[in-house]
């Protein structure tokens, strides 16, 4: 009987220390929660950027953002741009600020293989310029024809290229 006195008071001193330290962890885990804060972030089109959860209270750095043809002017919360680096007292919300770029102007080069006729020098074209191709060349013993491409496609006056570098071939006919 006395073993038995003993198994319930373990038992009964168990249960008691089980609610209590599952009260102790649940008021820890609470105690936890309010000290963190969450940072998101809206790229407005930009890059993903990762969520921040941090203690309450420490300084955070706010991460970068990209986004093509932009220049990422920073981060805002309610149209107010915030430093880059923050107080953690609340969970917020940042939105991502851009800038959109100029764009820029592209080139390419045409080269031409004359193909035994006259040399012709390179034309360095705008990308989605129409295209002036020289005509004046001359090869003894033959008329030019058209300028051709690498698939041996004719390239005419008002052409659009293609924004890369090419080198056309003459074409020739035998005889003036």
Known sequence: MRKNKKIIWIFIALCILGTAG???????????KEDLVTFTFDSNGGSTVKIIKTKKGSEVDLPNCVREGYAFIGWFVKDQKVSEKVNATKNTTFKAAWEKLPETTRYYIISFDST?????????????????????????????????????????????????????????????
């Open 22 to 32: 599952a009260y102790i962890i649940m008021k820890h885990n609470e105690i936890v």
């Open 116 to 176: 035994g006729g006259t040399e012709v020098e390179d034309l360095v074209m705008e990308c989605g310029k129409k295209v002036t191709l020289p005509e004046n060349i001359t090869r003894k013993g033959y008329t030019f024809i058209t300028w051709l491409d690498e698939e041996s496609n004719p390239i005419n006056n008002d052409s659009l290229l293609k924004c890369e570098d090419i080198t056309l071939s003459a074409k020739w006919k035998k005889g003036n």
